[in-house]
């Protein structure tokens, strides 16, 4: 299957209920799938007239308890960015995904990693932070839909899949196993006022800065409990590792060929691929420093996730960075060679 | 006895509907709204509107079906006011918020409140996309021709020559073009199923304005298409007038660029 086609299978198999969107390359096929399949099993799907509004309307859906998700790419998801905020605020459950292109601006529809920032430190405005799952094969654009939507309402937080156009398009095996749905009760959703329960109220407005202020320590506790229960990675050759790739997504299946090749040329190479990038693993690459030479942290972009790397090892071993743009991917051999580079920059 | 008895307390003080011996309650706002002191400047029309709303909730005695979305403006804290389920939508996107809503939940009654720079300016995609849908919603305009939270700029609906804070020198329509009609466009949209347009400016206005609300309610159950009620509401505040003042402007000069009446009814 396709990356996009097996997510939307995914959405529907994890009991997503509503799904709202538009249409944008790299991942219409998302919309295309839900719009043919979701009728069929009785679940909302919409076209909206933009993705401000298929974002709002998510909002509505997921405010009234209801399995929701939206995907679109990133120039989409800069008009989501509001959406987002206000979601995040109001603490909504819902997915988003990202199937990131290159950029900024119009850019290209070829693959890219330039949204990390956006994805991880914000993209909307004010204090808040969403559950960030990177996708590196068609398996896991599947995998983290069932995830996704799980830790959402868990956490009672937007979670985003932020994939690549790459990984969206591939076509690979995917092995779909039985599933049971956690639905979890969402007493707080606006079904409507029933008895003698007080009135649900959806919003992110706290006018009185006492108020605000409690509304964001109430935040900042859920997300450390996410950063203390949620991290994700995935550790190859990590061992006897001297050096150590650090890569998500797309660029860390590149990094697994570039190690294959590295270690046929005797180097001890190992590779680190965060899975989750936020919270993101800062504490077990601290706890891997010491063994290393060198991090060459590895993205399609012009170094975001290497920021979080340098935070992450505080200086105990060197990070250095390659990077491609412009929906260019790198070869094994690129990447390879970029070691190498970098490996003799050490010894100036 | 007190003079802020609110009727719940009144019942059951009294075990009838009134207040001591010699006053008779007639007359109360209904259950469905909330007893507390509204926000709104003395002479506003958006607390009559809100008891209007809630009185046709309470006639309808679908207070358990209603779901409200509230705006960005000054009824932003409209869901202080009202005893249902509510949900606060960011700036101008209470329709494709009411459509996630009522997709999810047919049989719910969905209504948007939302003033003139919020559904007529930022929002006025959303609302006609939600209409030309037929979304099964009601969309509750409120026009006062000003943005009334942010202290009383320029709106869409702002007539020609009328100073605001940013049209300091009266709305010039060449540069800023003729207050735009919401009910007259979306009335030509298919999914549009009821539109009318209302105001609160006499005691006869208020009722024929509270049973456009109802039809608002009850045509949903149709399940036709968007009910959309405009109210031509007043900003004592920044319009700089009187209570009395603002019901004479609209009187005069309001309704000459927002004719009142209805524009589409059902067939």
Known sequence: MKGNEALAEAAIQAGCDAYFGYPITPQSEVLEYLAKEMPKHGRVVLQAESEVASINMVYGAAGAGFRTMTSSSSPGISLMAEGLSYLAGAELPCLIVNVNRAGPGLASIQPGQGDYFQATKGGGHGDYRMIVLAPASVQEMADFVFLGFDLADQYRNPVMILSDGAVGQMMEKVTWCRRTINKIDKPWATTGKAGSRERNIITSLFIKPEDMEKHNLKLIAKYNEIRKNEVRYEEINIEDAEYLFVAYGLSSRICLKAMDIARSKGLKVGLFRPITLFPFPYTRLMEVAPQLKLMLTVELNSGQMVEDVELGVKGKVPVAFYGKMGGIMPTPDEVFQSLEKAIENLKH | ?267
């Open chain 2, 1 to 267: 006895m007190s003079d802020k008895i609110s009727p719940d307390t009144a019942v059951q003080l009294q075990g009838k509907t009134c207040v001591n011996d010699e006053y008779e309650m007639v007359y109360h706002k209904p259950a469905e709204m909330v007893d507390v002191a509204m926000h709104y400047c003395p002479g506003c029309a958006h607390s009559l509107v809100h008891k209007l709303i809630m009185e046709v909730v309470h006639e309808l005695g679908i207070q358990e079906k209603t779901i409200g979305i509230a705006p960005v403006g000054c009824s932003v804290f409209i869901y202080d006011y009202m005893d249902i389920d509510m949900q606060e939508a960011a700036h101008g996107r209470a329709a494709a918020v009411a459509t996630g809503v009522k997709r999810l939940m047919p049989g719910k009654y969905v209504f948007t409140y939302q003033g003139d720079g919020d559904l007529a300016a930022i929002g006025i995609g959303e609302t006609i996309h939600a209409i030309n849908r037929g979304e099964n919603i009601l969309i509750v305009f409120m026009n006062n021709a000003v943005y009334g939270m942010t202290s009383g700029q320029m709106a869409p609906t702002t007539l020609p020559g009328m100073h605001t804070t940013t049209s300091p020198y009266g709305r010039d329509t060449a540069m800023y073009g003729e207050p735009i009609k919401v009910s007259e466009l979306i009335a030509q949209l298919p999914g549009a199923y009821y539109v009318t347009r209302q105001t609160i400016s006499s005691a006869n206005a208020v009722r024929r304005c509270k049973k456009a609300l109802l039809n608002g309610f009850k045509y949903l159950d149709h399940h036709k298409g968007t009910c959309f009620v405009e109210v031509i509401g007043n900003c004592p505040s920044n319009w700089k007038m009187t209570p009395l003042e603002t019901m004479k402007f609209i009187d005069e000069e309001m309704v000459k660029a927002f004719p009142l009446g209805d524009i589409k009814l059902p067939k």
